[in-house]
């Protein structure tokens, strides 16, 4: 997908005047914030399995490339094949030759942010073979022109089900339905076709289990089961930082993942799929394939930034966060929105690409506080912030306030003076009034409030004064 | 350098913060009257200026080093330091540390006076035992917890135990009252229509929890909710420090 985090001021601009997607966000937030606080009850000790989790997903990355290794014995011992991108392009190609090489033209795919990130739908497209997006948010956003998703597992959040009505009946070409079941058995409806048709199937992955050599699917909607199971090839895309290394772990990702989520004690589907289909089985793929992409994964194993490569894809950083619930996830401009995306985005499309976006937050750490595998999430904004610095990325306005700002308050005397100069100045400014309508200097500031007039005196010059007078 | 009268429970080091020092002087004054009335002697360091605080959230570690360094060597010699802000003393406490995880000798330093470093209304509760606040304000009060306050210091009971010992103020409840009021420091300032937007809804639910004031501790916030508040038409809500709500005239 290709990146527009550089126009994020505009971005947001256009959001926050876009009245139906004010509108839209205003309904929906809060909902899976309160969805997974009720949930979290139901853990006995969710402090406990919160820092398991972390343990798991952190013990993983410190030995990555041999849990990567045990993967790929485990999956080709049970008849898949294990293929490695060095990016999304990469990836892309992979696909179209083993869709080549199985005569493949057609795709049905559940759910996968990997192939956001590779834009693998148009490369599909290119090479003549058909996308079929069968998760419902997924299959609406690709009727509405291959809209990108503004969430990682709610993607169609941004949207009413007055905006769904419209879009079927426009691109169906049938009667507008306002029911939400209606709706769904229209979509099913077009769906199976394209099941029924399809000759390979591509999921995500939300796990990589390693002493299987298996995937692990979490969805809610049964596609992911169709699509893994039904066509003749199974492709799993996903990132090479999902591996874990047992049942036993997946087990306890499990119990986090879907509360953090949605606030689900587990999604409607768990799918774990291991190998291709042998004699006696039911049903199954007779070609299984795994493509493993890097994508700027393994540049931050070691580095600062290695607690972002735990994370699970939960979608609860954005739940919680004051900027995403209020500009939404396009404003982003890439494939990852909210806290995650601050983060994700600078570091897999370049710094330089999205310098608003680790700037963009208040450092609030809700973020941080709900992350089911505790990555800090503000403290990785501010690395990235940090970077910026170093590479004088800022404005020079804002390294001259900075310096200017440092310069003083390491000296008292040169800071008191200051002080006592901005209150006189501000105190002008105010002319007696309560606050401040309009300041030159922080035009950001007044542009959307006022900014309350000093108290006559600094507290310095005050309480020298007062203790001047109780000695005399 | 003591304010009278000396108290007989020892000394507390008060990290004014530079934004009380320039805006709102009273919240000092305040702080050093719940301070004496929980039998502290206040000692108020006069070189201090800034814990390094904007400088940090910017990314310019080295300034906020020279800063905290600063900091540690006004305050390394109080038992206990009290700050009228949850995000300076979640700077003193969580971040001054982080600074110099590289520098053993400082980093040392630094933990000490992290342990030692209390947002007001969580020292007066928590080691003063101050369950009685002493100032008198009649009306209806709704607290917002400020993020750092509420999140890195542990800030959430103390205020709310305080607030409601005083005989004429009911507490009303705020929703979202844990939310962000989307000042972020510089934030504010480099993106004014996101911050504007969230402070509004901020706003809303002030004006819908019917109180006559909202009270917080940390002044950063009350600027930006105080500024929408006037910009918006509302010149009667008043926004006040939890420090003057509880010491009262
Ligand atoms: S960063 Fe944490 S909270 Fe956000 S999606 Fe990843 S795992 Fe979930």
């Known amino acids: ?472 | 350098m003591t304010s009278a009268p000396p108290g007989g429970r020892g000394e507390v080091g008060l990290f004014v913060t530079c934004l009380v020092d320039l805006m709102r002087p009273s919240v000092a004054f305040s702080s050093i009257r719940l301070l004496e009335a929980a039998g502290y002697t206040v000692v108020v360091p006069e070189a201090q200026t800034c814990c390094g605080q904007p400088g940090y959230n910017a990314g310019d570690t080295r300034s906020a080093r020279t800063l905290a360094r600063k900091v540690i060597r006004e305050f390394e010699r109080f038992d206990h330091v009290v700050v009228p802000s949850g995000s300076c003393a979640g700077m003193v406490r969580v971040h001054f540390p982080e600074l110099f995880v590289d520098d053993p000798a400082w980093h040392a330093r630094a933990g000490a006076l992290a342990a030692r470093t209390y947002e007001l209304t969580q020292f007066l509760v928590d080691i003063a035992g101050m369950t009685q606040a002493p100032g008198g304000f009649s009306g209806s009060v709704a607290y917002h917890d400020s993020c750092a306050g509420l999140r890195e210091m542990g800030v959430k009971r103390q205020p709310r135990l305080l607030i409601d010992s005083m005989p004429d103020v009911r507490r009303v409840e705020l929703r979202e009252c844990e939310e962000c009021c989307g000042f972020g420091g510089l934030f504010s300032v480099k993106y004014p229509d996101i911050s504007g937007a969230i402070v509004q809804r901020k706003c809303e639910h002030i004006h819908a929890s019917g109180a006559y004031a909202v009270a917080l501790g940390d002044l950063g916030c009350m600027m930006n909710i105080e500024g929408r508040l006037r910009r918006t038409g509302d010149g009667l809500t008043q926004v006040i420090h939890v420090a003057e709500l509880l010491a009262g005239e």
């Open chain 1, 1 to 472: 997908m290709e990146i527009r985090s550089m126009h994020f001021v505009d971005r947001v601009r256009e959001r926050l005047d876009d009245p139906e997607l004010q509108r839209n966000l205003k309904r929906t937030r809060g909902r899976n914030a309160a969805a997974r606080a009720a949930s979290l009850g139901g853990l006995d000790d969710f402090d406990a399995v919160r820092a398991r989790a972390t343990e798991i997903r952190a013990s993983v990355l410190r030995d990555l490339d041999l849990w990567l290794e045990r993967f790929e014995r485990e999956a080709t011992a049970r008849g898949a094949t294990v293929l490695w991108a060095h990016d999304g392009d990469e990836a892309c190609r992979l696909i179209i030759d083993i869709a080549r090489r199985h005569d493949v033209r057609s795709v049905v795919k559940s759910k996968s942010m990997v192939s956001e990130e590779a834009g693998l739908n148009a490369a599909l497209e290119a090479a003549g073979i058909r996308p079929v997006e069968t998760d419902l948010g997924e299959y609406i956003l690709q009727i509405n022109d291959n809209e990108p998703p503004s969430h990682i597992i709610m993607p169609v959040i941004h949207k009413s089900r007055e905006q769904v009505t419209e879009l079927f009946a426009r691109v169906h070409g049938t009667e507008p339905k306002t029911d939400i079941e209606a709706l769904t058995r229209e979509a099913r409806e077009r769906l199976r076709p394209a099941f029924l048709g399809a000759d390979m199937g591509l999921s995500g992955g939300n796990f990589l289990v390693a002493e299987t050599g298996s995937v692990a699917i979490v969805t809610n909607e049964g596609n992911g089961r169709l699509c893994t199971t039904m066509p003749r090839v199974h492709v799993a895309l996903t990132g090479i930082e999902k591996v874990i290394p047992t049942l036993d772990d997946l087990a306890t990702l499990l119990r986090i993942l879907p509360r953090s989520a949605t606030g689900q004690a587990i999604s409607n589907y768990v799918s774990l799929l291991t190998g291709t289909k042998h004699d006696g089985d039911a049903d199954g793929p007779a070609h299984m394939y795994f493509v493993l992409v890097d994508g700027g994964r393994a540049d931050l194993v070691g580095s600062d930034f290695e607690p972002m490569l735990r994370c699970i894809r939960c979608g609860a950083c954005m739940n919680h966060c004051p900027v995403y619930q209020t500009v939404g996830g396009h404003a982003y401009g890439w494939v990852y929105t909210g806290p995650m995306g601050s983060v994700l985005t600078p570091l897999f499309q370049g710094i330089g690409n999205a310098r608003d976006l680790p700037q963009a937050a208040t450092l609030c750490n809700q973020c941080g506080v709900v992350c089911p595998v505790s990555i800090p999430l503000p403290d990785l904004m501010r690395k990235l912030r940090e970077k910026q610095v170093e590479r004088g990325m800022r404005p020079w306005t804002e390294r001259l306030a900075m310096r200017a700002w440092a310069w003083a308050a390491a000296r008292p005397w040169a800071y008191s003076a200051c002080a006592r100069a901005a209150v006189r100045y501000l105190c002008w400014l105010a002319g007696g009034r309560a606050s401040i309508p309009v300041m030159g200097l922080a035009p950001g500031w007044t542009s959307q409030r006022d900014f309350p007039a000093p108290a006559a005196r600094t507290f310095r010059d005050m309480y020298a004064r007062q203790r001047r007078g109780r000695a005399s």
